[in-house]
């Protein structure tokens, strides 16, 4: 472990270094541990249910195909659902909402597109266009800045934006949290959010109201390959009844219900990925779970925006989103001047700190501070960057 450099890069990313080692000897006898796959994958969805304390009427889906093939899942899950609870709808009079913060978002947007058959996508909310040159996805938009449907099929967010680094506040008076008092009271809600690099990092606020809730496990949780799913048990429809009324026709390998059925395994699980995240969360447990989870990761956020104010002040750094929208798990930001970036990218690679550079659409830096990555390797970048911002200025 000694030799090995500090991951900041927005997944595959860091896993902390027991679990590596332990998963290195379980590879040697996984075979022959006696325990079942099945047994593994049951124990992980006790813990994430434990930990993030899911309620009963949620279940817990292990699939494949990473939060790419859930922009696809949900349009068509969730179109079903709409199709059965009301069968005489024209298909113009169907809509889904999303909300638009960021480049993950926008993907869902068009993959919706892509599926609609004719029914309408409606952009609820686009923060670009709150933006000061009207392109960035630089904030989260205030609650008076969205336009909601009476009746959609889906109500769409991606909590955290891993390219530029926005994420909702997680306090509900914040103007920066989840609008969700705009939302219809008193039903079940269709609301469906993309947690692919959040998950796990610190509780989900009003989870219980969620219809679906995703992420691939790559970010906090272990290997690429493994997708969570926790969707509401009304929202698990028979996607053949809904075809048979004229819904989209839905791919087994995308229906929640045939993944839901008990004792079913509708195709070969990724063991592996099941395996080391078993162990994550035996570990996360040791350690507390999430409350020791969301008071390190508010720790290490704010050591390092308060570096990045400092660079701010003295003309050497420019945060590329506004206060109150930024990320907990990525954050992004410009470092000003000609060749100065490389510079910057360069001395850290020979401090031992790798995957910093930016997503190739933003630009800039890039800290990911997935929950692996522990505060004494965060206490390390903020030192570098504080040692950068006094040599430049
Ligand atoms: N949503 C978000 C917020 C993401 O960060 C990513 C991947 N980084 C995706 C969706 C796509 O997920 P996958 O690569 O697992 O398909």
Redesign the pocket.
């Known amino acids: 472990a000694e030799s090995r450099v500090i991951n900041f890069g ?2 595959p990313s860091a896993l902390p270094d027991p679990v590596l080692e332990e998963a290195a000897k379980g590879l040697l006898n996984f075979n022959n541990t006696g325990i079942g796959i099945a047994e593994i994958s049951h124990r992980s969805k006790m813990l994430i249910r434990d930990q993030l304390r899911v309620p009963p009427t949620h279940s817990i889906l292990f699939l494949q ?7 696809s899942a949900v349009v068509l899950n969730m179109l079903a659902r709409h199709r059965l609870l009301y069968p005489d709808l024209p298909d113009e009079e169907r809509v889904m909402d999303y909300v638009l913060t ?1 480049s ?2 926008k ?2 947007v068009q993959e919706a597109a892509r599926l609609a058959n004719g029914t309408t996508v409606n952009i609820a909310a686009d923060a670009r266009t709150l933006s000061p040159d009207g392109k960035s996805f630089d904030r989260v938009p205030p609650h008076d800045a969205y336009k909601f449907s009476e009746n959609p099929a889906l109500i769409y967010y ?6 530029s680094g926005v994420e909702f506040s997680h306090n509900e008076k914040d103007p920066e949290s989840f609008p969700f008092e705009l939302l219809p009271q008193n039903t079940l809600l269709p609301l469906v959010a ?5 998950f796990m990092s610190r509780p989900i606020p009003r989870l219980a109201d969620h219809a679906i809730i995703y ?2 496990a ?2 906090n949780l272990g290997p ?1 390959g493994l ?1 969570i799913v926790i969707v509401r048990q009304d929202c698990i429809v028979d996607v053949d009844a809904a075809a048979k009324l004229g819904a989209i026709p839905v791919p087994i390998g995308l229906s929640y219900k045939i993944y839901a059925e008990k004792q079913n395994m509708p195709n070969t699980p990724p063991v592996f990925a099941i395996y080391v995240t078993g162990l994550v969360l035996k570990r996360n447990a040791e350690l507390g779970g999430l409350a020791y989870y969301e008071a390190a990761n508010k720790r290490k956020q704010e050591k390092l925006y308060e570096v990045l104010r400092e660079g701010e002040q003295k003309g050497v750094l420019r945060p590329f989103v506004r206060p109150g929208s930024g990320s907990w798990m990525n954050v992004v930001f410009e470092v000003l001047g000609e060749g100065a970036e490389a510079r910057f990218l360069t001395g850290a690679e020979a401090n031992g700190m790798k995957g910093l550079k930016g997503h190739r659409s933003v630009g800039g830096i890039r800290v990911s501070l997935y929950n692996a990555v522990t505060e004494e390797q965060v206490d390390k970048v903020v030192a570098y960057i504080r040692k950068f911002i006094a040599e430049t200025q």
């Open positions: 927005a997944g195909g990473g939060g790419t093939a859930q922009f960021g993950w978002s993907a869902a991606c909590e955290n934006e891993t390219v993309d947690y692919s690099s959040s992420a691939g790559q970010k690429a997708t």
